[in-house]
C-alpha cells in the first residue's frame, strides 16, 4: 500500500481531477485507481466527492483550511458540489449524498429542499420507452387520423374497434421509493420502462371501441396465439359480442 502523505494525496487527487475533465465516471476512475496505485484505503464515496467538486468549477487539490468542525455544512462549496452530483444522477439518495459529502442527512436535506429547491418525485410508468423515430411516427399517424377525422362522418370513428394482445404478469412491480427523483419546479419526473419480467404470466387478447371493451379473452396455459386461434376462438367470441352492442 503507498504511504498516505501529502503529496501522494496530491497526486490521486490531480488523477481525479484531470480523467474528470475528461468525462470518465466516478466508479471507472476509482477501479483505476485501486488497480494502478494499489490504495485499499481510498474508499469510493471520496473519489465521487472529490469529483463532484472538480465537476463544480472548484479546481483546487488540496483541503480547505479549518481548525475543527465548521460551524455550518451548507456552505456555497457544499452547495455546488451536491448540487453537481444530482445534476449527474437524479435518482441519488441523501444516503449516498452523505456517504460522499461526508456531512449530516439533515444539511444535505436542507441544502436540497431550501437552498437548491428540489423535492422527491416518483417516476412515471409508460408501457416503453420509445425512440425518437418510433415517437415521430405515432406523430405521423396522429395526424393522419385527425385529417381523416375532419374529412368524414365523425360517427364512423365511433363504430372503429381495435385490439391487441398483452402479457399479465403475475410480479411485483418497483417500489416507489426506489424510483424517486430530485426535481426542480416545474421539471417533469423520470418515466420507467416496463420490465422484461421473466416470471408466470399470461396472455390477454383485449379488443376494444369508443364505448369500451368489447372483448377479453385470456389465452389457456400452454397454448400460443396462433391463426387457429384467432379464427375458432378468439372472432367467433368477438362477434357475438359485437352483436350485442
Keep these: ?143 393522419k387520423l385527425l385529417e381523416t377525422y375532419e374529412n368524414c362522418d365523425s360517427r364512423r370513428l365511433t363504430e372503429i374497434i381495435t385490439g391487441d394482445e398483452t402479457w399479465v404478469y403475475y410480479s411485483k412491480p418497483y417500489s416507489k421509493y426506489k424510483k424517486r427523483s430530485c426535481l426542480r419546479g416545474d421539471e417533469q419526473p423520470a418515466k420507467i420502462p416496463r420490465p422484461d419480467f421473466r416470471k408466470p404470466k399470461i396472455m390477454h387478447t383485449i379488443f376494444f371501441s369508443s364505448h369500451g371493451i368489447v372483448l377479453q379473452l385470456p389465452c389457456e396455459s400452454g397454448k400460443a396465439v396462433t391463426a387457429t386461434f384467432f379464427t375458432e376462438q378468439v372472432l367467433p367470441n368477438l362477434i357475438n359480442n359485437i352483436e350485442k352492442y
Aim: net charge neutral.
Design 1 to 143: 500500500m503507498a504511504p498516505k502523505d501529502d503529496n501522494f494525496n496530491l497526486k490521486w487527487r490531480a488523477y481525479i481531477e484531470f480523467r474528470t475533465i475528461l468525462k470518465i465516471q466516478p466508479v471507472q476512475i476509482f477501479s483505476e485507481l485501486q488497480e494502478i496505485l494499489c490504495m485499499d484505503y481510498l474508499s469510493r464515496s471520496t473519489v465521487e466527492r472529490w469529483a463532484a467538486r472538480f465537476r463544480s468549477g472548484d479546481a483546487d487539490v488540496t483541503d480547505l483550511p479549518r481548525s475543527g468542525r465548521p460551524v455550518s455544512t451548507t456552505t456555497s462549496e457544499n452547495i455546488a458540489i451536491i448540487e453537481s452530483m444530482v445534476m449527474e444522477d437524479k435518482c441519488i439518495t441523501v444516503n449516498q449524498l452523505e456517504q460522499s459529502m461526508e456531512i449530516s442527512s439533515r444539511a444535505i436535506h436542507t441544502i436540497l429542499t431550501t437552498e437548491l429547491g428540489y423535492r422527491s418525485i416518483c417516476g412515471k410508468w409508460v408501457p416503453h420507452e420509445l425512440s425518437e423515430n418510433q415517437r415521430l411516427a405515432r406523430l405521423n399517424i396522429a395526424k
